[in-house]
């Protein structure tokens, strides 16, 4: 029996792992994917180190496959921001609070990640003419991220609540009926 409850408990953890991995690996929008919104979730809903791990465990799997980059550093020290960005919706997750923790660590996604591009790569000169033209090529994917930030944001978090509500329901619905 005992097995059978860490099945249940990790299956769905697993799921979103597999889940969150091929929508990196797989053929997609630049920039459209679950990792922000996971790491809000995880900062919201998880307690201590796992709610790091589940995000840049996932970055990690998905990096093995599609390769590794010098502004890794970046791009998963941004993660470690937003899963702390993500503790401040754990007692109030509302629609607008919602949309400004997302859109806010959209934005300290891009900031973060194009500076590293900036500093790591030779793409740009070490200017600060170089640094702006590192923001303005960057635009047209901040707009996926913002995007896909919202969207799986979102889903993660009503999807939530959602299956709470009518796992709720159910059980209510089985004790009314016994």
């Not at 029996?1 to 408990?9: D, G, Q, V, Y």
């Not at 922000?36 to 995880?42: E, H, K, M, Q, R």
């Not at 194009?114 to 740009?124: A, K």
């Not at 969207?151 to 004790?175: A, E, P």
Request: charged share 10%; aromatic share 14%.
């Amino acid at each position: 029996m005992e097995n059978r409850n860490i099945l249940k408990n990790i299956l769905p953890l697993i799921f979103v792992v597999i889940a969150a991995v091929l929508t990196r690996v797989l053929p997609h929008p630049p920039n459209f994917a679950p990792i922000t919104g996971i790491a809000l979730f995880s900062g919201s809903f998880l307690t201590g180190i796992s709610a790091f791990v589940l995000p840049l465990g996932i970055m990690l799997l998905s990096d093995l496959i599609i390769g590794f980059h010098s502004t890794m550093i970046y791009v998963y020290g941004s993660f470690l921001i937003i899963v702390l960005l993500g503790r401040l919706l754990k007692k109030n997750n509302s629609f607008v609070r919602l949309t400004t923790i997302s859109s806010t660590s959209s934005t300290l996604f891009f900031l973060i990640t194009n500076f590293g591009v900036w500093l790591s790569e030779n793409i740009y000169p070490k200017t600060l003419q170089g640094l702006e033209q590192s923001y303005i090529m960057g635009l047209p994917f901040f707009k996926n991220t913002l995007i896909g930030d919202f969207f799986y944001t979102f889903v993660l978090f009503y999807g939530f609540q959602f299956i709470i509500l009518l796992v709720t329901n159910k059980l209510l619905n089985k004790k009314i009926s016994s």
